[in-house]
């Protein structure tokens, strides 16, 4: 039998295509596999039973640490925060990315650079500053204060991705939507905001885990538990030198829940709105 | 679409205002018999919160305490609220002495000297000496902060070796050795019968370091260990020799669990808890990580087994947590009644019982579990660098450790490493001499 060179050549190409995808994803995947297995096995099994599959599932590793992290609060907290969030750095970077981008002002590239500037400084290094002056505008302890901060943590990275979305849409579009009487701000709200939905969705899905992981900030300018997020419920299992593994990975799974079904959700959009930057309108 | 997104930025607009007006400009307002207590300690959180109800019933001061972990966003927080001066009443710093002096400089610690000195020294007598002595500055010191007593302790620590019963009895061994030739004899036995002898966290190099300085005391003793940090006295001394060649002995010997030097002290935790090795050099804190690992794991803990029988084995241990009073507090004296009243005997063997620390009050070691009364009972053989008069330049202790996975591993003899630290220590001596003439 006569053996098709070509076809031979991509089949073979195809299966070490394939192979190392799989790979990747099985190393992605395994550490939510492992957090998974560990949530089911007691504190006497962890260490011991080295199966993939647990002999015994514990189920009430969860009903534990959703009462003893507390996690009913922690999560509507979190939900308030993301959302919250979210929608403040969407609306601001999109207003803000729109007039880097269409309109005409001055000092528009030094303010620019310096939303360029902020993405440089790691947000510990501007903990105290902001501990600082936010409790000078009593913020401290307040749910607006932590969100407002988050806001701003988020603002670089979503003006630039966006600024660079709006650079590439034709002015045809404004003039024509222009003519059809539009203001500058409708122009941002029906012509530009539709077209950026891919990037809306990078920097929602970005800034939801952003948010929704984020312990620190919270840390420092919260002191009310009734105002904490997520995070802080995890904590409640790991002691300064002992971690109660299985409530720990319990909890852990029950965080990272949502926002992997947000990534789920979101998944077609994200890869468009990486990979088609160029094709605007 | 554009009504629905006017709603969704109304409903978004409202519920930002909502947020602003129940929580901006609404001062916390605290009560006038109540103190606030930030700490880090996520496992003594519910023993602490209980004796506050306690202390509450008792005296009618109610006493908040806040828990932000892990300890890297705490010492961050400390640090905020210091700058914003909205420290609480009664908190910890998690940081260098250094550090702690220049929260002592600026105001924001108060001097305890004068209540520890109180009724004839009571409450400083009540607690371990050595737990006492990381929170306080000594005449002259290099801070330059008021000597006195600024911290208290709230619980101590210590680092020793710990012994499996059942591991030892399975080789034929009754008792825990008493020195280091027994310890290695102890060894052999163990071996042939297929069991590990030690396992530590090697891995993190201060632990190694820790396992070799209490050698070095008990070898050459403190002033010459002193001597060499100061110049004096070379690395390349016999008595340092054979200090590092301990670690060769162990080795040769078979003593040692298999990669040991690369090993997380975690993971050695996991290794004696599960019992897969005889003896392990860890820290108090281990009592808490067994426990939750084995519960029924049969265990005693030691004094390294000394070379030398004329002088003292010191192992390093202190204070374990300590908590400061904030000199602006309102309630600062609320604050300090409070610390007393929580260093007391009772109130220490109940959080020593419930949390597996070791109590700070000596006078509690009586009602606590043996195993946290072994650990305790050696606090007055410990020392920690934190108070030793001189110390070593990092560098040359990173040049010590790591010679010391270099003798495990077979790499360097012990004569060989001990050339190499002393060739580190002369030229850090010499930057220091060239800087002090400039």
Known sequence: ?281 | MGKRFLLVGGVFSFCLLALVCTRCGKKAEKPANAIMVWHWMTDRNDAFVKLAEKYEKETGVKVNFELYAPSDAYSQKIIAAAQAKVLPDIYGILDKKEIIASFIQSGFVADLTEEFKANNSAWEKSLFPKALSVNKFETDNIYHVKPGIYGVPIDVTNIQMLYNRKLLKKAGIDQPPVNFKEFLTAVQALKAQGITGLVSGWGELWMADCFASNYAFNIMGESRVMATFKGDVPYTDPDWIKVLSIFKDLQNKGALAEGIVTKANKFAEQDFALERAAFAFNGSWCVNVYHDMNPDLEYGAMLPPPINGALPMKIWGGAGSSFVVNNLSAQKALAINFLKWLTAKEQQAFLSTETRNLPANQEALTQIPEILSQFASSMNNTTHPTIWPYNEDALVIEAFDKGIQSIIIGEKTPEQVAQDVQTVKDRQMAKKRSKNKS
């Open chain 1, 1 to 281: 039998m006569k053996i098709n060179r070509y076809i031979l050549a991509s089949r073979l190409k195809s299966i070490v295509i394939h192979t190392f995808l799989i790979l990747v994803s099985l190393t992605c995947l395994f550490p939510l596999f492992w957090m998974l297995r560990s949530s089911l096995m007691t504190n006497a099994t962890i260490f011991v039973d080295k199966s993939l599959i647990p002999h015994e599932f514990n189920i009430h590793n969860y009903y534990l640490a959703w009462t003893e992290g507390n996690f009913a609060v922690y999560c509507l907290n979190s939900l308030i925060y993301t959302v919250s969030v979210v929608f403040g750095i969407v609306v601001v970077s999109s207003l803000a990315a729109y007039a880097f981008s269409r309109l005409k002002f001055p000092g528009k590239n030094i303010f620019f650079n310096m939303f360029l500037a902020a993405m440089m400084i790691p947000l510990p290094g501007s903990f105290v500053p902001l501990y600082v002056l936010m409790n000078k505008l009593g913020l401290v302890n307040t749910r607006i204060g932590y969100i407002l901060c988050m806001i701003n943590v988020g603002l670089s990275l979503s003006i630039f991705l966006l600024k660079t979305f709006f650079d590439k849409m034709p002015s045809d579009l404004e003039d024509a939507a222009r003519i059809d009487g539009c203001s500058k701000l409708g122009i941002w709200r029906h012509v530009a905001l539709p077209l950026a939905r891919p990037a809306i969705a990078v920097i929602v899905i970005f800034n939801s885990l952003n948010v929704w992981n984020e312990y620190i900030l919270a840390t420092l300018l919260l002191n009310d538990k009734s105002l904490m997020p997520l995070q802080r419920g995890l904590m409640v299992f790991q002691g300064v030198h002992s971690v109660d593994y299985p409530l720990l990975m319990a909890g852990l799974t029950i965080a990272a829940t949502p926002i992997i079904l947000v990534y789920l959700s979101m998944q077609k959009h994200i890869i468009k709105g990486l990979s088609s930057g160029a094709v605007v309108g």
